[in-house]
């Protein structure tokens, strides 16, 4: 019994001692925490990852030669870049650059470690080299392409005319960061072009240096005092793996993180009604989608594709969980770009559904198998699309698991997820949706929706893409993509899209300067927080 | 010839059956951990996640795609896959992490020793709690002692240990500020203590950081008080019935008989005689719990194995899972002959 009480007593000393302890501090105001999900983080070399989290820390590790402001992604402002002209022909960019930057290493950054990057990107030819590639720069050219005529000025030269904003707006890209050569040089193994060491290394010039990264729990950031567009007021940026939703949230309720990221639905609707909480969403270059594929004989019926609209529960779904997720949206090219158009011609109709398919020749209805991935919102979205198809005689088989691979490879009936692209300008979205060169599956274009929807995309629409990209005039643009954008919701498309999507943060209002950027390279230079 | 033989004769008689067994636990040790390879390698390979995609997008063109398929070397037909593996498992190469981009040793040596704190701290916990209420339990059958002892217990045993750390988290962070959220440590106290063995708190009071130290306890307090609860459950309710079961031999009679205190009786006669099966008991709810905990892992975002191991399963970054059950069979296996040595020095019979 002795032992017992004794026991018990230890015990209780504990939980006064652990309640003794004054209360744990809270963020000091001259660093920044941020609670993220980093279990999708592969890496951190600029040319080799695709990823919204790590790009958003390479970004502020490295600078590129020209950048977007958050609250304007389409005026391109000047970075390692102080000037530079477009030839007359239109293929050729010169680019003057600043004299006063230096590496973290401490080695002086000049146009040949801009001319190594660019190279790098290209002849690497992993995921994110498309943002060069796709004007037709090749391993090949890309030598003669992409030159540094002396320290501080870079050549880059186009085989074709392509409008000149959209290989701008490539040139800020994550993907184009420009990294210390020499330092790269030093930390080949087995001719890997550095690409072990750049994985978990910093070989940048951007306003932070890394001084901590373990991979799926934290990351550290420390200012560079030397940058060039002077010191940052964060004098460390803090990025803790935190894959729940609800631990972000009583985290950041609780003053111990400054900004939650990827929070689910409920938590930011708990987080709404908090005044000293900022919720911010930030709009992506993509869309929530619904994929029909043509190869089933039921889905090529235009009719058919055209009831699939009526069962989206538009405004069901953005006041439930789309409220910080998305934004209604039926056509194809994003808001606030060129030829985007306010109207959503569509509403929730599933009588009218009902009617479409009896014209279609299915009046009692058919059946299909539906894959969606498990994660919120895109399986809200199926379920209720699911329920609203039973109301109009379609009975959808609603599978959930990880079904890109076979969507990749037109293995399914209906497919539904959200895509995001980073280049911002209707053409990211519209060289995937409506071009599709060759439909035949030998061809195995599976990087372009168009082809895993199996949807032999209309000449004349997928001309008029070519056309629009190429176009040099901005208001001739504009009134393309306006007639591509009426064009690609009048030919039915079997790329459904119900919502823009947007990416939600949720912010302590101490925090100040902190925007989330569209194409994912978020900025931590001018982020301040109150006292 | 025949008189030299016959001289060489005992010692070889001696050392054969030392050498025979050693042998015999070598080839079981490397069987099972060759069947654990090859089991985790044809599951790991049906999970439905693809490490590809996992690393180029899901917008990628086909041709970025094949690049890393090959790679990552999943172009080669599964034996060659595993083969490959194996001859690098024999050089100590466990190969690099898809996702982590560390080579997969490296990143176990830093998730183990996070794990081992933790299961060392709950472990102990539950053996100093659990044993003497499940004793108590036994020898006041019926009255409140037991009573509480049994509510102890089923609710340790049925309710999930998630539920308790999200109430805890709930209750001590977000109400009360008893506690943090959690990491091992404050966020600004990351990286100031550094090695040497792994173990947060007993690293800083090599390094006399007592602030770190402070806040590592204060960290570790609410995941190892959960785990511990739990383990206390498991280990009361077998301590009570191995303690019944001892009560009810006739030695006890005896020993009673001829006047033995009641607490000689109970801690001598009877714990004695208990303690080689209640040894198995706590051996397997250590390893148990140095498998990882995943789920209490990922409640207070503490950065062990259990959480590493899950991570590589949903994103099939197979050299990752691969390196983390062989060291999970590893200790399995090393729990079990420790536990095997120690059984000799408390069983007699076992000699």
Avoid at chain 1, 480 to 485: A, E
Wanted: proline share 5%; with cysteine.
């Amino acid at each position: 019994m002795i032992r017992t009480t004794t026991l018990i007593g230890a015990a209780m000393a504990a939980l006064m001692a652990a309640q003794a302890l004054p209360a744990l501090a809270k963020t000091p105001s001259d660093q920044l925490v941020i609670g993220m999900d980093m279990s999708s983080m592969r890496g951190l070399d600029p040319q080799e990852l695709n990823q919204f989290e790590a790009a958003e820390i390479v970004a502020n590790l490295y600078d590129r030669l020209v950048t977007l402001p958050a609250d304007d992604i389409t005026r391109v402002e000047p970075m390692l870049a102080t000037s530079w002209t477009v030839s007359e022909d239109g293929k050729s960019f010169t680019f003057t650059l600043r004299d006063d930057v230096v590496f973290h290493s401490g080695n002086p950054l000049t146009a040949r470690d801009a001319e190594y990057s660019l190279r790098r990107l290209v002849k690497l030819g992993l995921a994110p080299a498309r943002d060069l590639t796709q004007w037709g720069l090749t391993a090949e050219n890309v030598d003669q392409m992409i030159r540094a005529t002396d320290d501080h000025t870079l050549v880059v030269e186009l085989p074709e005319v392509w409008n000149s904003d959209l290989v701008l707006y490539s040139l800020a890209s994550f993907s184009t960061s420009v990294v210390d050569s020499a330092l790269v040089e030093e930390n080949i193994q087995d001719g890997d072009s550095g690409r072990a060491f750049l994985q978990t290394a910093d070989a940048g010039s951007g306003p932070y240096t890394l001084r901590t990264w373990r991979a799926n729990d934290l990351l550290i950031a420390e200012a560079f005092e030397d940058y060039w567009g002077g010191a940052p007021a964060m004098t460390r940026v803090l990025l803790r793996h935190m894959p729940e939703s609800t631990a972000q949230r009583l985290q950041l309720e609780a003053g111990d993180i400054d900004i939650a990221t990827r929070l689910s639905s409920s938590d930011l609707d708990a987080l709404s009604g908090n005044p000293e909480i900022e919720i911010q969403t930030t709009p992506g270059v993509g869309f929530y989608y619904i994929a029909l594929n043509q190869e089933n004989e039921i889905l090529a019926n235009p009719k058919v594709r055209e009831a699939f609209r009526y069962l989206i529960d538009y405004d069901g779904l953005a006041n439930s969980v789309m409220r910080y997720y998305g934004r209604m949206q039926q056509t194809i090219v994003p808001a606030g770009m060129p030829g985007a158009l306010e109207e959503n011609p569509y509403s929730f109709d599933p009588a009218r559904a009902k009617e479409l398919i009896a014209e279609a020749g299915y009046p009692d209805g058919f059946t299909l198998t539906y894959y969606a991935t498990p994660v919120t919102p895109e399986y809200e979205i199926a379920q209720s699309i699911q329920a609203n198809a039973a109301d109009a005689g379609i009975t959808l088989d609603l599978q959930a698991g990880d079904h890109i691979g076979d969507f990749r490879e037109r293995n399914y009936e209906v497919f539904s997820a959200r895509t995001g692209e980073r280049l911002p300008d209707p053409h990211a979205v519209l060289q995937s949706y409506a071009q599709n060169p060759d439909n035949s599956r030998e061809a195995n274009l599976a990087g372009l929706m168009a082809w895993r929807a199996a949807w032999d995309v209309p000449a004349e629409l997928q001309d008029l893409v070519t056309q629009a990209a190429h176009e040099t005039d901005p208001a001739r643009r504009t009134e393309l993509y306006t007639t591509i954008n009426r064009m690609y919701l009048e030919s039915s498309s079997p790329l459904i899209t119900s919502f823009q999507r947007l990416d939600a943060r949720a912010l302590r209002g101490a925090v100040d300067g902190y925007q989330g950027h569209t194409t994912w390279i978020t900025s931590w230079h001018d982020v301040t927080k109150a006292e | 010839m025949t008189a030299t033989l016959s001289r060489a004769g005992p010692v070889r008689r001696a050392w054969l059956p030392v050498l025979r067994k050693l042998g015999t636990s070598l080839a079981v040790i490397s069987t099972t951990l060759l069947g654990l390879l090859v089991i985790t390698f044809v599951v790991g390979r049906m999970v439905p996640a693809d490490p590809v995609l996992a690393i180029v997008g899901d917008q990628a063109d086909q041709a970025a795609y094949d690049r890393v398929y090959e790679e990552l070397g999943l172009d080669q037909p599964l034996p060659v896959q595993f083969a490959r593996y194996l001859g690098d498992v024999l050089r100590l190469d466990f190969g690099v992490s898809h996702i982590t981009k560390n080579p997969v040793a490296l990143d176990l040596a830093r998730v183990f020793p996070a794990t081992l704190e933790l299961a060392t701290a709950a472990l102990i916990i539950g053996t100093l709690l659990g044993v003497p209420l499940g004793v108590l339990a036994a020898v006041h059958r019926g009255r409140w002692i037991d009573h509480i002892a049994r509510v102890v217990g089923l609710l340790g045993y049925s309710t999930p240990v998630f539920w308790f750390g999200m109430m805890a988290i709930l209750i001590f962070y977000a109400r009360l500020d008893w506690v943090p959220a959690g990491g091992r440590v404050e966020l600004y106290y990351e990286g100031i203590v550094e090695g040497p063995t792994g173990f947060l708190v007993l690293d800083a009071i090599l390094a006399g950081e007592w602030e770190v130290m402070r806040s590592a306890l204060m960290h570790m307090l609410m995941p190892a008080l959960i785990l511990g609860y739990a383990t206390t459950a498991y280990i009361s309710r077998m301590s009570r019935s191995f303690m019944l079961e001892q009560l009810h031999q006739e030695y006890i009679l005896t020993a009673q008989a001829k006047g033995a205190s009641r607490h000689a009786v109970i801690w001598k006669h009877a714990f004695g005689n208990m303690r080689v099966q209640l040894l198995t008991v706590i051996a397997l709810a250590y390893c148990g719990l140095l498998d990882g905990t995943v789920l209490v892992e990922t409640v207070f975002g503490w950065p062990g194995l259990g959480q590493y191991l899950t991570t590589a399963l949903f994103f099939a970054d197979m050299n990752a899972v691969l390196g983390a059950v062989l060291l999970i069979g590893l200790i399995s296996i090393g729990v079990n002959l420790l536990c095997d040595i120690v059984y000799r020095m408390l069983d007699p019979r076992t000699r």
